[in-house]
């Protein structure tokens, strides 16, 4: 799972993620603008979530659990689009 658009060598648990073993909110089209470019995690929070965030100081923490809850609200969708 990756929140924005992360940087290269993920790992989980000390080995690399392969290329389909990452989910990213960057890149999943349906969570993208009408032109295919990514969207604020903050705004797809607000309209996935129905939650706030990054009202004051920027918080690494806070985005990843948004990217996972939002992750984990469209799970089933987001699967059966890699099918």
């Given at each position: 799972?990756?929140?924005?658009?992360?940087?290269r060598?993920?790992?989980?648990?000390?080995?690399?993620?392969?290329?389909?073993?990452?989910?990213?909110?960057?890149?999943?089209?349906?969570?993208?603008?009408?032109?295919?470019?990514?969207?604020?995690?903050r705004?797809?929070?607000?309209?996935?979530?129905?939650?706030?965030?990054?009202t004051?100081?920027?918080?690494?923490?806070?985005?990843?659990?948004?990217?996972?809850?939002?992750?984990?609200?469209?799970?089933?969708?987001?699967?059966?689009?890699?099918?």
């Amino acid at each position: 799972m990756r929140g924005r658009a992360g940087g290269r060598g993920d790992t989980a648990g000390g080995e690399d993620l392969g290329l389909g073993d990452v989910r990213d909110t960057a890149c999943y089209l349906p969570l993208c603008n009408g032109r295919g470019k990514p969207r604020k995690l903050r705004h797809l929070a607000k309209e996935v979530l129905g939650a706030s965030m990054q009202t004051g100081e920027h918080s690494s923490v806070e985005d990843a659990r948004a990217a996972l809850f939002i992750y984990l609200q469209l799970a089933h969708q987001w699967e059966a689009s890699l099918r």
